[in-house]
C-alpha cells in the first residue's frame, strides 16, 4: 500500500468514525478501531498531511480531526461504497409499502421509512401529474345537472372534480363521453393530452357536444395546464440529534425545509437514473450550506 493510499484510508476512518460518534477522531481511537497496519505515530503524520491538504480539520486545540467538506467530498467520490440490501429488508420495505391505502399513505409511509432508515430528514416529491400517464378517466352523473370527473394516472394519483353543467344531461350521454374519452387519452401522458382533449369536444356528436365541452375545459384547465409541485417531509426531528453538527443554527435549514420552491429545484435538478450528493458548500442556498443533501 502507497503512502496515498495508506492516507484515504485514514480518511475513510476518521469520516466513518466521526459520522458514528459525532466526536473528533484521534490517532489512538483510529488505531484501536481499525485495521491500518501502522502505528499510531505514523496515523499522526498522515492526518497532518490530510489536514495540510484540506481534507481534515482540528476544531480545538486539544482535539481529535474532524471531516471538512473537502474531506466528505473526497470520500463520496472515491471512498464509499454502496451496500445492497438484503432480501430481508427488501422483503421488509415491501410489506410496509403494500398496506398502504392511496398515493398520499405509500408517500408518507416512503418518507417516515427513509427518515427511520437515514435518521436524517426526508424529502418525497409528489408524482408530477403533467409527467403521468393516464391509465383510465371516469365520468358519472351526479344528477342531471352535475357530474363527477375522476382521472386515475399510472403512478397512483387520482383527481377529482365535481363539475356543474349549464344543460341537463342523461346516464346515456355520460356513458357515452365517458367510452369516447377513455378511447381517445387513455394511456397517454397527460402534458401530451391537450389536443386530444380539445379535438374530442369538437368532433363529439352534437347531443353530447355541450357536455364534452364542459368536461373538455376541467381537463385541460385543471388536470392538464396546472403547474403541480408537492413535497412531503418527515424526519425533521432528527435535525436535533446532534445540534453541534450545525455551528451557527438549525434555524437557515429549517427555512429552507419550509420554501418548496428551494426543494423542488434541488429534485428537478437530479438525473433520476443517478444519485447526487451536495456537501455544504455546494448547495447554492444559504440555508443548506452547513448540511449535505442526497438525491
Do not use: W
Request: net charge negative; charged share 25%; proline share 4%.
Amino acid at each position: 500500500m502507497t503512502h496515498d493510499e495508506r492516507r484515504l484510508q485514514v480518511l475513510r476512518a476518521i469520516v466513518e468514525d466521526f459520522v458514528s460518534t459525532n466526536d473528533p477522531v484521534g490517532s489512538k481511537a483510529l488505531v484501536d478501531r481499525h485495521s491500518l497496519g501502522v502505528s499510531a505515530a505514523t496515523i499522526r503524520n498522515d492526518m497532518a498531511v490530510l489536514e495540510d491538504e484540506g481534507y481534515i480539520t482540528q476544531p480545538h486545540t486539544s482535539a481529535g480531526r474532524v471531516p471538512t467538506d473537502k474531506g466528505y467530498r473526497l470520500f463520496v467520490d472515491r471512498l464509499t461504497q454502496i451496500k445492497p440490501m438484503t432480501g430481508a429488508e427488501r422483503k421488509a420495505i415491501q410489506s410496509f409499502l403494500e398496506g398502504a391505502v392511496d398515493l398520499d399513505d405509500v408517500l408518507g409511509r416512503t418518507v417516515r421509512l427513509l427518515a427511520q432508515l437515514t435518521r436524517q430528514v426526508a424529502v418525497v416529491q409528489y408524482p408530477t401529474i403533467a409527467r403521468s400517464g393516464i391509465r383510465h378517466v371516469e365520468v358519472f352523473p351526479l344528477s342531471t345537472s352535475r357530474i363527477m370527473l375522476v382521472v386515475i394516472t399510472d403512478s397512483g394519483r387520482i383527481e377529482q372534480r365535481v363539475i356543474p353543467l349549464n344543460v341537463e344531461v342523461t346516464e346515456e350521454q355520460v356513458a357515452d363521453l365517458r367510452s369516447k374519452l377513455n378511447a381517445a387519452i387513455g394511456g397517454l401522458r397527460l402534458s401530451d393530452a391537450s389536443s386530444r382533449v380539445a379535438d374530442l369536444a369538437r368532433n363529439v356528436p352534437s347531443e353530447i357536444r355541450p357536455l364534452a365541452a364542459c368536461v373538455a375545459s376541467v381537463l385541460l384547465e385543471t388536470l392538464v395546464e396546472q403547474p403541480d409541485g408537492r413535497i412531503m417531509v418527515g424526519g425533521t426531528a432528527n435535525l436535533t440529534r446532534d445540534l453541534h453538527d450545525f455551528p451557527m443554527s438549525l434555524r437557515p435549514i429549517l427555512e429552507a425545509l419550509e420554501e418548496q420552491v428551494v426543494i423542488l429545484r434541488l429534485i428537478g435538478e437530479v438525473d433520476p437514473s443517478t444519485v447526487l450528493v451536495r456537501i455544504g458548500e455546494e448547495n447554492q442556498h444559504a440555508g443548506l450550506s452547513s448540511a449535505a443533501v442526497v438525491s
